[in-house]
């Protein structure tokens, strides 16, 4: 069973920057890949960054392709969404998930577990 946390959403004034970090928690050698996702209120869920369990391959939206960066650590542990360049329509929860494959794509549905999500609110 993968467990998910995310952390370091906050406050922060447009064009600003955050880094989210995502802990995985699975008892098995190779971690799954992990997309970041986020939803705005009365939005559907918005697929933004993915990165394989080996972090050589990374996945971005054009929504926000060159001025977010997905990463991870060596042992898979921790996927890290660093954003720059925050305006205010990048409000919303912010979600990692636990792809059920080998090659993550955009879709919801292709992800099994997900975290409880963190709050990024961008001011203008």
């Known amino acids: 069973q993968v467990q998910l946390e995310e952390s370091g959403g906050g406050w922060v004034q447009a064009g600003g920057s955050l880094r989210l970090s995502c802990l995985v928690s699975e008892n098995t050698v190779n971690k799954p890949p992990i997309g970041w996702f986020r939803q705005a209120p009365g939005k559907e869920r918005e697929f933004l960054a993915a990165?394989?369990?080996?972090?050589?391959?990374?996945y971005y939206s054009d929504s926000v392709k060159g001025r977010f960066i997905i990463s991870r650590d060596v042992a898979g542990d921790t996927v890290w969404l660093q954003m720059n360049n925050l305006k205010p329509e990048d409000s919303a929860i912010y979600y990692c998930a636990a792809h059920g494959g080998l090659w993550p794509g955009p879709r919801v549905d292709e992800y099994e577990h997900w975290g409880q999500g963190t709050q990024v609110t961008v001011s203008s």
């Open positions: 990165i394989t369990y080996d972090a050589r391959n990374t």
